[in-house]
């Protein structure tokens, strides 16, 4: 599920419960972990590749991340997925979260190319996973909750897949 800013914005506000940090109130571990599993099967067919990945993350609002390696992109740039406990966020980034401040600068310098973007945002948007522009992850958090401590600038990705 993609959508404009606005709208995923308030889905945001929406799954921002600040009594609930880690994860959400109605957190279905296995059913995550099927979907996630679905994602990486759907990845390594799509990209004709063996992605490696890490699941189940502790004291992090981020459930895991699927790394589709350098060797398979057209670009010759990892692509890295990240997956929120939260209401099935994902995040598409080129080589690292936070190395290019979202997916059109990493297109316009040559790491991403659109096919490979395309592939990836397509299964995500066949599992109804909503993904999130990096732009608006790194962008400042406005919501009720409470963030730890050492977040000196919160923002939305602290918020949904920060660590704890």
Not at 41 to 61: F, N, Y
Not at 67 to 81: F, H, L, Y
Not at 115 to 140: H, T, W
Request: glycine share 8%; charged share 25%.
């Amino acid at each position: 599920m993609t959508g404009s800013r606005a709208d995923l914005l308030m889905l945001l506000r929406e799954l921002d419960d600040p009594n609930w940090l880690e994860r959400p109130r109605e957190y279905d571990r296995s059913g995550t972990a099927v979907l996630f599993d679905g994602l990486v099967k759907r990845l390594e067919g799509d990209l004709s590749t063996q992605c490696a990945t890490e699941q189940d993350t502790q004291d992090s609002s981020e459930y895991g991340r699927v790394v589709v390696p350098a060797e398979a992109t057209t670009c010759g740039t990892r692509i890295v997925v990240c997956i929120s406990k939260f209401g099935s966020l994902a995040l598409i980034c080129a080589d690292n979260p936070g190395a290019f401040l979202g997916t059109d600068e990493a297109q316009a310098e040559g790491h991403l190319h659109s096919d490979d973007l395309r592939k990836v945002s397509r299964a995500l948007d066949d599992l109804a996973y909503a993904v999130l522009p990096e732009e608006l992850v790194e962008s400042d958090y406005d919501g009720p909750s409470q963030l730890p401590w050492h977040v000196q600038r919160p923002s939305w990705w602290h918020r949904f897949f920060g660590t704890f």
